[in-house]
């Protein structure tokens, strides 16, 4: 059982950047592909950006170029930097970790961004 605990949330003004975290139960060094989800009131969650065990990462078109999803090993942690955040940010984003088969999910943290 993978355990995942996201951290960094927060209110942030448009324009401005935030850093969450996601610290994980075990070590993420053989976990095939971890990744960052967001949901908006009203949408399905969608997927923002993920890394595999080979550091090759994935983002969706509305974060690219603003958001960088990265990895320490050593820390067991996956870390999604966001910069020049939108209103259109706002959501709930949950860490996920693919491990064989296997997805699982953190509890999410939310991120509130103002303009």
């Known amino acids: 059982q993978v355990q995942l605990v996201e951290s960094g949330g927060g209110l942030g003004q448009a324009g401005g950047s935030l850093r969450l975290s996601c610290a994980v139960s075990?070590?993420?060094?053989?976990?095939?592909?971890m990744g960052w989800y967001r949901q908006a009131p009203g949408k399905q969650r969608e997927l923002v950006a993920s890394?595999?065990?080979?550091?090759?990462?994935n983002y969706a078109d509305s974060v690219k170029g603003r958001f960088t999803i990265s990895r320490d090993n050593a820390k067991n942690t996956v870390y999604l930097q966001m910069n020049s955040l939108k209103p259109e940010d706002t959501a709930v984003y949950y860490c996920?970790?693919?491990?064989?088969?296997?997805?699982?999910w953190g509890r999410g943290t939310q991120v509130t961004v103002s303009s």
């Open positions: 890394i595999t065990s080979a550091d090759s990462t």
């Open positions: 075990t070590s993420i060094f053989s976990i095939r592909r």
């Open positions: 996920a970790a693919f491990q064989r088969l296997d997805i699982y």
